[in-house]
Nanobody
Framework: QVLLVESGGGSVQAGGSLRLSCAVS????????MGWFRRVPGKERTGVAI???????TYADSVKGRFTISQDKDKNTLQLQMTSLLPDDTAMYYC?????????????????WGQGTQVTVSS
């Protein structure tokens, strides 16, 4: 059974930091590429940060310089370090895995999804 489980969400004030984690099980982590996405109620899910098989990262313009994606392939975990948080970062955050579309920011290319973790940033 494939499982992606996010943790680390919460409520912070603007300017604060949070670190999200995603624990993966049920498939060969090294065969997939990973990404973080977020969704605000009433809007489409959008890509936040992507990491491909070589470790190359891609960030949404809105989070560049503030968020950092990383992974530990030995521990099958994915992280998202978020700093200088803004109220506009408030969303449900999801980790996701794709087998054939490494580096894609298109949510439709991702095969597996976690249940999400809520991030709320107050002004």
């Amino acid at each position: 059974q494939v499982l992606l489980v996010e943790s680390g969400g919460g409520s912070v004030q603007a300017g604060g930091s949070l670190r999200l984690s995603c624990a993966v099980s049920g498939y060969n982590y090294r065969s997939y590429c990973m990404g973080w996405f977020r969704r605000v109620p009433g809007k489409e899910r959008t890509g936040v940060a992507i990491i491909d098989s070589s470790g190359t990262t891609t960030y949404a313009d809105s989070v560049k310089g503030r968020f950092t994606i990383s992974q530990d392939k030995d521990k099958n975990t994915l992280q998202l370090q978020m700093t200088s948080l803004l109220p506009d970062d408030t969303a449900m955050y999801y980790c996701a895995a794709t087998r054939y579309w490494c580096g894609s920011v298109d949510p439709g290319r991702y095969n597996y999804w976690g249940q999400g973790t809520q991030v709320t940033v107050s002004s």
